[in-house]
DNA sequence: CAAACGTGGCC
DNA sequence: TGGCCAAGTTT
Protein backbone atom coordinates (compact mmCIF):
# COMPACT_ATOMS: atom_id res chain seq x y z
CA UNK A 1 0.00 0.00 0.00
CA UNK A 2 1.46 3.35 -1.11
CA UNK A 3 2.68 5.32 1.57
CA UNK A 4 0.14 8.69 2.25
CA UNK A 5 1.87 11.98 1.62
CA UNK A 6 2.04 12.93 5.72
CA UNK A 7 4.51 9.34 5.90
CA UNK A 8 7.10 10.51 3.82
CA UNK A 9 8.78 12.77 5.96
CA UNK A 10 8.87 10.19 8.89
CA UNK A 11 10.13 7.47 6.71
CA UNK A 12 12.92 10.12 4.98
CA UNK A 13 13.97 11.06 8.25
CA UNK A 14 14.11 7.69 9.58
CA UNK A 15 16.53 6.56 6.91
CA UNK A 16 18.68 9.99 6.71
CA UNK A 17 19.54 9.01 10.47
CA UNK A 18 20.20 5.68 9.67
CA UNK A 19 22.43 6.61 6.96
CA UNK A 20 24.28 9.36 9.34
CA UNK A 21 25.01 6.66 11.61
CA UNK A 22 25.77 3.44 9.24
CA UNK A 23 26.69 5.39 6.19
CA UNK A 24 29.93 3.10 4.82
CA UNK A 25 33.30 4.50 4.34
CA UNK A 26 33.83 4.55 0.78
CA UNK A 27 36.61 6.61 -0.43
CA UNK A 28 34.80 8.51 -2.86
CA UNK A 29 32.82 9.57 -0.17
CA UNK A 30 33.42 12.70 1.54
CA UNK A 31 32.10 13.32 5.45
CA UNK A 32 31.35 16.24 7.49
CA UNK A 33 28.84 17.77 4.59
CA UNK A 34 31.76 18.54 2.41
CA UNK A 35 30.23 18.30 -0.83
CA UNK A 36 32.62 16.08 -3.02
CA UNK A 37 34.57 17.04 -6.06
CA UNK A 38 32.33 16.27 -9.17
CA UNK A 39 35.13 14.36 -11.09
CA UNK A 40 35.23 11.79 -8.55
CA UNK A 41 32.00 11.60 -8.13
CA UNK A 42 31.23 11.13 -11.60
CA UNK A 43 34.22 8.81 -11.82
CA UNK A 44 33.16 6.22 -9.23
CA UNK A 45 29.82 6.17 -10.65
CA UNK A 46 30.96 5.22 -13.87
CA UNK A 47 33.26 2.67 -12.54
CA UNK A 48 29.83 1.44 -9.96
CA UNK A 49 27.82 0.34 -12.78
CA UNK A 50 27.20 -3.21 -12.16
CA UNK A 51 30.36 -3.36 -10.27
CA UNK A 52 30.66 -3.95 -7.03
CA UNK A 53 32.31 -1.34 -4.17
CA UNK A 54 35.11 -3.62 -3.36
CA UNK A 55 36.01 -4.32 -6.83
CA UNK A 56 36.09 -0.66 -8.15
CA UNK A 57 37.65 1.08 -4.85
CA UNK A 58 41.35 0.19 -5.59
CA UNK A 59 40.81 1.00 -9.64
CA UNK A 60 39.27 4.15 -8.67
CA UNK A 61 42.26 4.95 -5.79
CA UNK A 62 44.30 4.05 -9.22
CA UNK A 63 42.43 6.67 -11.25
CA UNK A 64 42.78 9.71 -9.30
CA UNK A 65 46.41 9.45 -8.33
CA UNK A 66 47.35 9.25 -12.42
CA UNK A 67 44.73 11.42 -13.22
CA UNK A 68 43.56 14.04 -10.28
CA UNK A 69 41.52 16.36 -12.58
CA UNK A 70 39.03 15.67 -15.48
CA UNK A 71 41.45 17.75 -17.50
CA UNK A 72 44.15 15.77 -16.57
CA UNK A 73 42.52 12.34 -17.88
CA UNK A 74 40.93 13.84 -21.12
CA UNK A 75 44.99 14.18 -21.90
CA UNK A 76 45.71 10.96 -21.18
CA UNK A 77 46.79 8.09 -24.04
CA UNK A 78 43.58 5.80 -25.16
CA UNK A 79 46.18 2.77 -24.97
CA UNK A 80 46.99 3.82 -21.13
CA UNK A 81 43.76 4.33 -19.84
CA UNK A 82 42.51 1.21 -21.37
CA UNK A 83 45.06 -0.66 -20.03
CA UNK A 84 44.35 1.16 -16.17
CA UNK A 85 41.02 0.14 -16.94
CA UNK A 86 41.43 -3.83 -17.66
CA UNK A 87 39.99 -6.15 -15.37
CA UNK A 88 36.88 -3.78 -14.41
CA UNK A 89 34.84 -5.07 -17.32
CA UNK A 90 32.46 -3.52 -19.88
CA UNK A 91 34.79 -1.68 -21.15
CA UNK A 92 32.68 0.51 -23.50
CA UNK A 93 32.39 2.34 -20.38
CA UNK A 94 36.17 2.76 -20.40
CA UNK A 95 35.88 4.56 -23.91
CA UNK A 96 33.05 6.73 -22.98
CA UNK A 97 34.65 7.63 -19.80
CA UNK A 98 37.30 8.93 -21.95
CA UNK A 99 35.31 10.30 -24.81
CA UNK A 100 33.14 12.30 -21.60
CA UNK A 101 36.30 13.43 -20.17
CA UNK A 102 37.30 15.11 -23.52
CA UNK A 103 34.03 16.61 -23.76
CA UNK A 104 34.42 17.82 -20.46
CA UNK A 105 37.83 19.50 -21.26
CA UNK A 106 36.87 20.79 -24.99
CA UNK A 107 33.15 21.93 -24.55
CA UNK A 108 32.81 22.33 -20.74
CA UNK A 109 35.92 24.20 -19.84
CA UNK A 110 37.10 21.56 -18.03
CA UNK A 111 33.85 21.85 -15.55
CA UNK A 112 31.28 19.55 -15.61
CA UNK A 113 27.42 20.33 -15.97
CA UNK A 114 25.61 21.09 -12.88
CA UNK A 115 22.47 19.92 -14.19
CA UNK A 116 20.80 16.47 -14.80
CA UNK A 117 19.89 17.54 -18.44
CA UNK A 118 23.79 18.74 -18.87
CA UNK A 119 24.71 15.59 -17.48
CA UNK A 120 22.86 13.23 -19.41
CA UNK A 121 24.40 14.31 -22.58
CA UNK A 122 27.93 13.10 -22.08
CA UNK A 123 28.62 10.08 -23.54
CA UNK A 124 28.65 7.09 -20.89
CA UNK A 125 26.15 9.10 -18.66
CA UNK A 126 22.81 7.32 -18.39
CA UNK A 127 19.55 8.40 -16.47
CA UNK A 128 20.81 6.48 -12.62
CA UNK A 129 24.70 8.02 -13.51
CA UNK A 130 23.09 11.59 -14.53
CA UNK A 131 20.86 11.84 -11.66
CA UNK A 132 23.55 10.61 -9.24
CA UNK A 133 25.98 13.38 -10.31
CA UNK A 134 23.00 15.95 -10.30
CA UNK A 135 22.33 15.01 -6.48
CA UNK A 136 25.38 14.21 -4.84
CA UNK A 137 27.58 16.25 -6.36
CA UNK A 138 25.66 19.32 -6.61
CA UNK A 139 22.88 19.02 -4.54
CA UNK A 140 19.98 18.16 -7.01
CA UNK A 141 17.00 16.64 -5.94
CA UNK A 142 17.23 14.02 -8.81
CA UNK A 143 15.42 10.83 -8.36
CA UNK A 144 18.56 8.48 -8.50
CA UNK A 145 17.45 4.72 -8.92
CA UNK A 146 19.53 2.01 -9.38
CA UNK A 147 19.51 -1.94 -8.75
CA UNK A 148 19.25 -1.14 -4.70
CA UNK A 149 16.86 1.20 -5.00
CA UNK A 150 14.52 -0.88 -7.71
CA UNK A 151 14.48 -3.52 -4.68
CA UNK A 152 13.89 -1.43 -1.73
CA UNK A 153 10.98 0.18 -3.51
CA UNK A 154 9.60 -3.11 -4.77
CA UNK A 155 9.85 -4.88 -0.94
CA UNK A 156 8.64 -1.56 0.48
CA UNK A 157 5.53 -1.44 -1.67
CA UNK A 158 5.47 -5.09 -2.15
CA UNK A 159 5.20 -4.98 -6.10
CA UNK A 160 3.46 -7.50 -7.81
CA UNK A 161 4.66 -6.37 -11.31
CA UNK A 162 8.15 -8.52 -11.93
CA UNK A 163 11.45 -6.70 -13.62
CA UNK A 164 12.05 -5.27 -15.72
CA UNK A 165 8.30 -4.35 -16.37
CA UNK A 166 7.99 -2.95 -12.98
CA UNK A 167 10.94 -0.51 -13.74
CA UNK A 168 8.46 2.92 -14.86
CA UNK A 169 6.38 1.79 -11.22
CA UNK A 170 9.37 1.53 -9.33
CA UNK A 171 10.48 4.71 -10.59
CA UNK A 172 7.35 6.62 -9.91
CA UNK A 173 7.43 4.88 -6.55
CA UNK A 174 11.26 6.54 -5.78
CA UNK A 175 10.18 9.82 -7.40
CA UNK A 176 7.53 10.01 -4.35
CA UNK A 177 10.24 10.04 -1.87
CA UNK A 178 12.49 12.58 -2.99
CA UNK A 179 12.93 15.88 -1.77
CA UNK A 180 15.06 18.91 -1.62
CA UNK A 181 16.70 18.27 1.77
CA UNK A 182 19.78 16.32 1.47
CA UNK A 183 19.74 15.08 -2.13
CA UNK A 184 22.83 12.99 -2.41
CA UNK A 185 22.54 11.96 1.61
CA UNK A 186 19.06 10.46 0.66
CA UNK A 187 20.34 8.84 -2.66
CA UNK A 188 23.35 7.25 -1.02
CA UNK A 189 21.35 6.00 1.81
CA UNK A 190 19.08 3.98 -0.49
CA UNK A 191 21.70 2.59 -2.11
CA UNK A 192 23.95 1.68 1.07
CA UNK A 193 20.54 0.03 2.79
CA UNK A 194 19.70 -1.73 -0.75
CA UNK A 195 23.29 -3.13 -0.17
CA UNK A 196 23.93 -3.86 3.12
CA UNK A 197 20.52 -4.36 4.86
CA UNK A 198 17.72 -4.96 1.83
CA UNK A 199 20.00 -7.44 0.37
CA UNK A 200 18.96 -9.67 -2.45
CA UNK A 201 18.85 -12.67 -0.69
CA UNK A 202 18.62 -13.14 3.31
CA UNK A 203 17.49 -9.67 4.28
CA UNK A 204 18.38 -7.97 7.49
CA UNK A 205 15.29 -6.90 8.70
CA UNK A 206 15.79 -6.75 12.37
CA UNK A 207 18.55 -3.80 10.94
CA UNK A 208 16.37 -1.98 9.01
CA UNK A 209 14.95 1.74 9.78
CA UNK A 210 12.07 1.00 7.24
CA UNK A 211 9.96 -2.06 8.98
CA UNK A 212 7.62 -0.38 10.09
CA UNK A 213 6.07 0.84 6.84
CA UNK A 214 7.34 -1.96 4.74
CA UNK A 215 4.67 -4.31 2.89
CA UNK A 216 7.04 -7.20 2.36
CA UNK A 217 8.42 -6.87 6.06
CA UNK A 218 4.47 -7.33 7.44
CA UNK A 219 4.14 -10.56 4.64
CA UNK A 220 6.96 -12.43 6.54
CA UNK A 221 8.76 -13.26 3.44
CA UNK A 222 10.38 -9.94 2.44
CA UNK A 223 13.46 -11.83 -0.01
CA UNK A 224 10.10 -13.06 -2.44
CA UNK A 225 10.68 -9.43 -3.84
CA UNK A 226 11.44 -7.95 -6.62
CA UNK A 227 9.35 -10.18 -8.71
CA UNK A 228 11.56 -11.23 -11.67
CA UNK A 229 10.56 -12.63 -14.91
CA UNK A 230 12.03 -15.68 -15.99
CA UNK A 231 15.79 -15.72 -17.60
CA UNK A 232 16.67 -16.92 -21.28
CA UNK A 233 19.80 -19.29 -21.03
CA UNK A 234 22.93 -18.63 -21.78
CA UNK A 235 24.69 -20.82 -24.58
CA UNK A 236 28.38 -21.81 -24.81
CA UNK A 237 30.94 -20.94 -27.62
CA UNK A 238 33.98 -22.38 -28.09
CA UNK A 239 37.10 -20.63 -29.91
CA UNK A 240 41.40 -21.04 -30.07
CA UNK A 241 43.64 -18.39 -28.45
CA UNK A 242 47.18 -18.68 -29.78
CA UNK A 243 49.77 -17.69 -27.66
CA UNK A 244 52.91 -16.75 -29.74
CA UNK A 245 56.13 -15.86 -28.60
CA UNK A 246 58.98 -14.33 -30.20
CA UNK A 247 62.58 -15.28 -29.68
CA UNK A 248 62.59 -13.21 -26.62
CA UNK A 249 60.13 -14.56 -24.73
CA UNK A 250 57.71 -11.46 -25.60
CA UNK A 251 54.03 -12.39 -26.13
CA UNK A 252 52.29 -11.38 -29.42
CA UNK A 253 48.99 -9.36 -29.08
CA UNK A 254 46.57 -7.64 -30.92
CA UNK A 255 44.27 -4.31 -30.54
CA UNK A 256 40.58 -5.33 -31.19
CA UNK A 257 38.37 -3.38 -33.05
CA UNK A 258 36.73 -0.37 -30.96
CA UNK A 259 33.33 -2.01 -31.25
CA UNK A 260 31.78 -4.70 -29.78
CA UNK A 261 32.30 -7.54 -27.45
CA UNK A 262 35.88 -6.52 -25.15
CA UNK A 263 36.25 -3.37 -27.59
CA UNK A 264 39.77 -1.28 -28.10
CA UNK A 265 41.20 -3.52 -25.02
CA UNK A 266 44.64 -6.00 -26.02
CA UNK A 267 44.00 -9.17 -27.03
CA UNK A 268 45.61 -12.58 -27.45
CA UNK A 269 45.17 -13.50 -31.58
CA UNK A 270 42.30 -16.10 -31.97
CA UNK A 271 39.18 -17.49 -33.97
CA UNK A 272 36.14 -16.77 -34.53
CA UNK A 273 34.00 -18.33 -31.68
CA UNK A 274 31.27 -20.12 -32.59
CA UNK A 275 28.66 -22.80 -31.19
CA UNK A 276 30.61 -25.40 -32.00
CA UNK A 277 34.55 -26.39 -31.80
CA UNK A 278 35.76 -25.87 -35.09
CA UNK A 279 39.30 -26.02 -37.15
CA UNK A 280 40.55 -22.39 -37.35
CA UNK A 281 43.72 -20.80 -39.23
CA UNK A 282 46.63 -20.00 -36.96
CA UNK A 283 47.81 -16.48 -37.08
CA UNK A 284 51.62 -17.49 -38.08
CA UNK A 285 53.61 -20.37 -38.96
CA UNK A 286 54.40 -21.62 -36.08
CA UNK A 287 54.94 -25.76 -34.08
CA UNK A 288 51.74 -24.99 -32.25
CA UNK A 289 51.41 -27.38 -28.98
CA UNK A 290 48.24 -28.23 -27.10
CA UNK A 291 48.25 -26.18 -23.95
CA UNK A 292 44.70 -27.34 -22.64
CA UNK A 293 41.55 -25.05 -22.74
CA UNK A 294 40.68 -22.33 -20.16
CA UNK A 295 36.51 -21.37 -19.34
CA UNK A 296 35.22 -17.85 -18.90
CA UNK A 297 31.59 -16.78 -18.15
CA UNK A 298 30.61 -13.50 -19.64
CA UNK A 299 26.95 -11.96 -19.45
CA UNK A 300 25.49 -13.74 -22.12
CA UNK A 301 27.25 -16.61 -23.07
CA UNK A 302 29.94 -18.94 -21.88
CA UNK A 303 33.10 -19.34 -23.88
CA UNK A 304 35.72 -22.05 -23.55
CA UNK A 305 38.96 -21.46 -25.39
CA UNK A 306 41.45 -23.82 -26.39
CA UNK A 307 45.00 -22.55 -25.77
CA UNK A 308 47.86 -23.34 -28.23
CA UNK A 309 51.10 -21.87 -28.17
CA UNK A 310 54.28 -21.91 -30.27
CA UNK A 311 57.24 -19.60 -31.31
CA UNK A 312 57.17 -17.35 -34.57
CA UNK A 313 57.20 -14.10 -36.19
CA UNK A 314 54.65 -11.72 -37.60
CA UNK A 315 53.18 -8.47 -37.20
CA UNK A 316 51.89 -7.86 -33.86
CA UNK A 317 51.90 -5.80 -30.81
CA UNK A 318 55.05 -7.73 -29.14
CA UNK A 319 54.60 -7.44 -25.34
CA UNK A 320 56.67 -8.83 -21.95
CA UNK A 321 54.48 -11.20 -20.38
CA UNK A 322 54.83 -9.23 -17.30
CA UNK A 323 53.79 -6.19 -19.22
CA UNK A 324 50.27 -8.14 -20.83
CA UNK A 325 49.36 -9.74 -17.59
CA UNK A 326 48.37 -5.92 -16.26
CA UNK A 327 46.98 -4.13 -19.70
CA UNK A 328 44.69 -7.35 -20.66
CA UNK A 329 41.08 -8.14 -20.35
CA UNK A 330 40.59 -10.78 -17.38
CA UNK A 331 39.65 -13.71 -20.57
CA UNK A 332 43.05 -13.16 -21.87
CA UNK A 333 45.26 -13.53 -18.88
CA UNK A 334 43.37 -16.54 -18.14
CA UNK A 335 44.81 -18.22 -21.44
CA UNK A 336 47.89 -16.28 -21.20
CA UNK A 337 48.77 -18.06 -17.92
CA UNK A 338 47.59 -21.06 -19.24
CA UNK A 339 49.99 -20.82 -22.33
CA UNK A 340 52.56 -19.59 -20.40
CA UNK A 341 52.14 -22.98 -18.49
CA UNK A 342 51.63 -25.19 -20.74
C1' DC B 1 13.35 -2.42 -27.08
C1' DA B 2 15.61 -6.61 -26.36
C1' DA B 3 20.18 -7.70 -26.65
C1' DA B 4 25.00 -6.74 -26.08
C1' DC B 5 28.29 -5.80 -22.90
C1' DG B 6 32.85 -8.31 -17.96
C1' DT B 7 34.10 -9.82 -13.87
C1' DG B 8 34.43 -11.87 -9.30
C1' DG B 9 32.27 -13.36 -5.06
C1' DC B 10 28.81 -15.97 -2.90
C1' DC B 11 26.05 -20.16 -1.63
C1' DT C 1 29.38 -25.96 -9.14
C1' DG C 2 26.48 -23.26 -11.73
C1' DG C 3 23.27 -19.59 -11.27
C1' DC C 4 22.68 -15.21 -9.19
C1' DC C 5 23.98 -10.74 -8.53
C1' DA C 6 26.54 -5.76 -8.47
C1' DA C 7 25.78 2.23 -7.82
C1' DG C 8 23.67 0.75 -16.13
C1' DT C 9 24.40 2.47 -20.96
C1' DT C 10 24.07 1.95 -25.72
C1' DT C 11 22.04 0.57 -29.95
Same mark, same amino acid.
Given at each position: ?????????????????????????????????????????????????????????????????????????????????? *????????? #?????????????????????????????????????????????????????????????????? *????????????????????????????????????????????????????????????????????????????????? =?????????? =??? *???????????????????????????????????????? =?????????????????????? =?????? *???? #???????????????????
Amino acid at each position: MPLVPADVPALRAALLDWYDAHARPLVWRTTGGVRPDPYRVWLSEVMLQQTTTVHAAPYFEAFTARWPTVSDLAAAADAEVM *AAWAGLGYY #ARARNLLACARAVARDHGGVFPDTEAGLLALPGVGPYTAAAVAAIAFGRPANVVDGNVERVMARLF *AVGTPLPAAKPELRRLAASLVADDRPGDWAQALMDLGATVCRPGRPLCHACPLTVRCAAFASGTPERWPLKAPKTERPRRH =GVAWVLRDGQ =GRV *ALVRRPEKGLLGGMLGLPTSDWGPAVAEAPPPAAADWRDA =GAVEHVFTHFALTLTVRTGQGR =GDFLWS *APDE #ARTALPTVFRKALERGLAG
